[in-house]
């Protein structure tokens, strides 16, 4: 495994190619993170590094959350993610990792936390039919049987029913890079990501 970034999605556009063709794409800030921790086998039993995100007021971050970063004399940071690898090349407590790292071309894959729609019906949330809308039927959006009767005599584990949805952690693989902006720390993007405007988002390099 590879180390990732963290970034911010910033929003959608398009961007035209040398043939005329518009391009949904995109755009994350993404880092500069800083590497506020370095775990081996010897002192965790693995290997991984823990990067941070997003300099705050230390006023807002809790005192366990401060003496975990002081000890490393880290800035202030609201994120703190873990990536785990196999092994190290170099890497050093205060490293910074910018989209220096990354090259236009390159797929990578993005993770973030999605929409959430509220509680949705069978038809929105698993693409149910409806039923028929005239002559006096009354089932229109509803979910239909759930179950056989007496034998089982219970509704089976993972039945597709009315429930929330989004707002739950996904992963979109091999998004690839149109444009590398190194001055504002700008990776755009061709296609979507999880998430509305804001959104926090792990990106790292497709294996």
Known sequence: MNIGILGTKLGMTQIFDNS??????TIIKAGPCVITQI???DTDGYNSIQIGYSEVRSSLLNKPRLGHLKKTNSLPLKY???YKIDSFNGEEVGSIISVES???GETISV???????GFAG???RHNFTRGPMTHGSKNHREPGSIGMGTTPGRVYPGKKMAGRLGGG???IKNLQIILINKENNLLVIKGAVPGKVGNLLSIKKST
């Open 20 to 25: 005329g063709l518009a391009i949904p794409v």
């Open 39 to 41: 775990k081996t086998p």
């Open 80 to 82: 703190l993610k873990e």
């Open 102 to 104: 990354f090259n236009v």
């Open 111 to 117: 993770t973030g936390k999605t929409i959430g729609k």
């Open 122 to 124: 069978t038809v929105k």
């Open 169 to 171: 952690k996904t992963t």
